[in-house]
């Protein structure tokens, strides 16, 4: 038989009908929905008198318009209040397992479907929601879809699909002491450019990738879509088997070991073909951070703002003079020690509880400083009783940070976690599109440690001075 | 609904990876339905925060009345999946935009909305660029655009969406026909593969 990929051995086997001249009919092993992709779905469920057809296998969350304030208190927004209510009766109405705002697993749809043991080896993953591929980091297929799709997916379990080529990110060598995995996914994106892998699945690969823990994994495997890709994945290993054994979810006894001899056929065949392939030396790496309003914008900590005048396509030029107008940086100058007002560690690249281990490991006997405003955002409940746990909520209080209920927060400035206009914010989430924070809002993106040490100091700082 | 030929001019907006928040804004998404969203169109590109209209945005000018064509840079639709983005687009009257690329997720949502997604290369797309307001017509039976200057350039298309498309195929209602494919598929993993149960 011919060597195939991961991404090939996982189609193959969801394939469930081909016809010529139509996509394949691919089936969909778990459907993740939130309160904010989802509505117009159901309504076309019931326009058409139409059942979700495998709820057992459909997942509810609240988390995007989800406010962070604590759950005790009213929700202030009527209409966010309104698409919470609506997911609650949507999914009492199909018989959805749904993780509400009451539940102790409530989280961000990405951070508790691996929690729960939901996310497995070679499975179809799909959500309304482009951050789907954080799921890819345990060796499955995972992608984001419309609404559309969402609902072809409710009343059908499969979707219309055409098969992706795989694009190899071999990543090599030891990072250094102050270099995360955040650093590794924003490296990849400023090589490749934000469109750079279009129409590709990015598989990782590499000795730096094998000894990533899960969590480090799903932080690269999420920004995956910032590179264009539709999705991103890490071939199962020990590490993968680890974490999944013993979840709410995942398989057990006689049924634990087939998943596990099944999933052990999943890593790509000696000899299979990749359309492109990139190689990173992680050893080379520095902390990085984004200048710009798209994250292929970043630049080593230590790097200068790029200037226009050294872009010779109009286009590419007219954006980065756009870009830094609205960000107000001047090229050439460095951006490390440029002044911040606000510091978020959340969202699902970077929420889960090794992320806030790092920022607290930097906050620890230090405080915010007194001009910044730092928020931590756990990525679900259960990351937030965790941090409890270990003291790190304390941690972060002691500091003078503000430490929240779960949610999607200032990732995207839905529930009123927002930055003001002309604000600029060190952020470890995943886009600094402009407004993406908060209208006017201007965002640095980079990893839990180096926002952790901006939050000390009020201004874009190498986390690697205070180690 | 079938999808006819376009005959508009085009509305010029040259810059590159224009995402989905900037297409429409995340506070524009709490709606539980699509009515609305036209509203929230480019809406920090549109207005300044006093809500007055921004007079060098394109699609404030007054040529752009009735321009049912969008020309923008590569990579158009970046970011997030919001199926909002097309509906937008389609509510303010946007039939179909021109680009050298489109994102994944924007290009397949905006096929399923009755928004054409055209690919054409550089030297038309800079042909087009030069060209904001002239009548650009698309005809999706024969992949052609003709250019300003005349020029018929052609664009690729997925050949089933191209059939939905035309004829108005319904995805679903086609997906739904092959239930027992489904059924068949499912029966074959009961125990197995399927470890939610
Ligand atoms: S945390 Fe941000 S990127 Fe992740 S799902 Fe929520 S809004 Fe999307």
């Known amino acids: 038989m011919k060597p195939r990929t991961i991404v090939e051995k996982i189609w193959d086997s969801h394939v469930v009908a081909e016809k010529p001249g139509a996509p394949a009919l691919l089936y969909i092993d778990l459907h993740l929905t939130h309160e904010v992709t989802s509505p117009q779905a159901f309504s076309t469920l019931r326009e058409r008198g139409l059942k979700v057809r495998r709820p057992d296998l459909t997942i509810g969350t609240m988390d995007h318009s989800t406010p962070t304030t604590s759950r005790d208190l009213p929700m202030l927004d009527p209409i966010g209040k309104a698409q919470l209510d609506q997911m609650t009766q949507n999914c009492k109405d199909f018989g959805i397992r749904l993780y509400d705002l009451k539940t102790t697993k409530q989280g961000i749809v990405h951070v508790i479907g691996p929690e729960q043991g939901l996310t497995q080896p070679g499975m179809t993953i799909v959500c309304g929601d482009s951050h789907t591929a954080t799921h890819g980091a345990f060796g499955a297929l995972a992608f984001g879809i419309g609404t559309s799709q969402v609902g072809h997916v409710f009343a059908t379990q499969c979707l219309l699909q055409t098969p992706s080529k795989s694009y190899a990110i071999r990543v090599e060598g030891a990072l250094k002491p102050g270099v995360s995995a955040k650093d590794i996914i924003l490296a990849v994106i400023a090589r490749i450019g934000i469109g750079g892998g279009t129409g590709t699945v990015f598989e990782y690969l590499g000795s730096t990738i094998r000894s990533l823990s899960m969590e480090e994994r799903m932080t690269i495997c999420n920004m995956s879509i910032e590179g264009g890709a539709r999705a991103g994945l890490v071939a199962p290993d020990d590490t993968t088997y680890q974490y999944i054994s013993g979840r709410e979810f995942a398989p057990k006894g006689a049924d634990w070991d087939a998943a596990l001899a099944r999933w052990k056929q999943l890593p790509t065949d000696q000899g299979a073909q990749y359309a492109k392939e990139l190689t990173l030396d992680a050893g080379a790496l520095e902390p990085m951070v984004t200048f710009g309003t798209n994250p292929g914008m970043g630049i080593p900590i230590s790097g200068a703002i790029p200037d226009p005048a050294s872009v010779s396509d109009p286009i590419e030029k007219s954006d980065l003079i756009k870009a830094l107008k609205y960000m107000d940086l001047e090229p050439g100058k460095l951006l490390q020690g440029h002044k911040i007002d606000v510091v978020f560690v959340g969202s699902c690249t970077n929420s889960r509880i090794s992320d806030l281990r790092a920022a607290a490991s930097v906050m620890k006997g230090r405080k915010v400083n007194p001009k910044v405003r730092m928020l931590v955002v756990p990525g679900s409940m259960q990351v937030k009783k965790q941090a409890e746990a270990e003291g790190l909520d304390k941690i972060f209080r002691d500091a003078g940070a503000d430490f929240r209920e779960a949610g999607c927060s200032m990732c995207l400035a839905m529930n009123g976690d927002q930055l003001e206009p002309g604000e600029y914010s060190v952020s470890t989430s995943n886009r600094n599109f402009e407004g993406r924070q908060g209208k006017g809002g201007r965002t640095f993106l980079a990893s839990p440690l180096t926002a952790a040490a901006s939050a000390v100091t009020g201004m874009v700082t190498d986390v690697r001075t205070l180690l | ?197």
């Open chain 2, 1 to 197: 609904m079938k999808f006819e030929k376009i005959e508009s001019k085009i509305a010029v907006l040259p810059v590159d990876n224009i995402d989905t928040d900037q297409i429409i804004p995340a506070r524009y998404l709490k709606s539980i339905s699509k009515d609305g969203l036209g509203e929230g169109l480019f809406r920090d590109w549109r207005l300044n925060s006093d809500g007055t209209p921004k007079a060098d945005f394109v699609l404030n000018k007054p040529e752009a009345k009735g321009a049912e064509i969008l020309v923008t840079g590569d990579n158009f639709g970046c970011g997030s999946s919001r199926e909002h983005a097309p509906w937008a687009l389609v509510q303010s009257g946007i039939r179909a935009v021109i680009s050298t690329s489109f994102a994944d997720i924007f290009k397949g949502n905006a096929l399923k909305n009755q928004l054409l997604p055209v690919v054409v290369p550089a030297d038309a797309h800079a042909e087009l660029l030069k060209s904001p307001w002239a009548v650009v017509k698309i005809d999706l039976s024969a992949q052609t655009v003709t250019l300003p200057s005349g020029r018929l350039v052609e664009f690729p298309i997925d050949s089933f969406a191209k059939q939905c498309l035309l004829e108005g195929v319904d995805e679903l209602g086609y997906m739904l026909q092959q239930d027992a494919a489904i059924a068949a598929f499912e029966a074959k993993r009961v125990g197995s593969v399927d470890t939610l149960r």
